[in-house]
């Protein structure tokens, strides 16, 4: 069993930055690939980033280049950079661990970019 807590979530501005945190527990946290998902509203949620266990990460489409997915298995978090934020990032964005058919989600933290 695996608990997810994510925080960091705001209000931003068009063009400006916010770091996401996602702290779990319960379970050796090094052995799972972790992800971020986010949902928009009247949308599916959707992938996107998520980094192995062994740190390689991949980015879905529209983030690539703009947002940094990294993990510290030292303090059982996984962290989400997200730079140059545009109106169409405004989701609630979920946490993930999975490994095998075990996985795990966050509450999920909500962000909102505006001017």
């Known amino acids: 069993q695996v608990q997810l807590v994510e925080s960091g979530g705001g209000l931003v501005q068009p063009g400006g930055s916010l770091r996401l945190s996602c702290a779990a527990s319960g379970s050796i946290f090094s052995i799972y690939t972790m992800g971020w998902y986010r949902q928009a509203p009247g949308k599916q949620r959707e992938l996107v980033a998520f980094?192995?266990?062994?740190?390689?990460?991949n980015y879905v489409g529209p983030v690539k280049g703009r947002f940094t997915i990294s993990r510290d298995n030292a303090k059982n978090t996984v962290y989400l950079q997200m730079n140059s934020l545009k109106p169409g990032d405004t989701a609630v964005y979920y946490c993930?661990?999975?490994?095998?058919?075990?996985?795990?989600w966050g509450q999920g933290t909500q962000v909102t970019v505006s001017s």
């Open positions: 980094i192995t266990s062994g740190g390689d990460t």
């Open positions: 993930h661990a999975v490994r095998g058919v075990y996985n795990y």
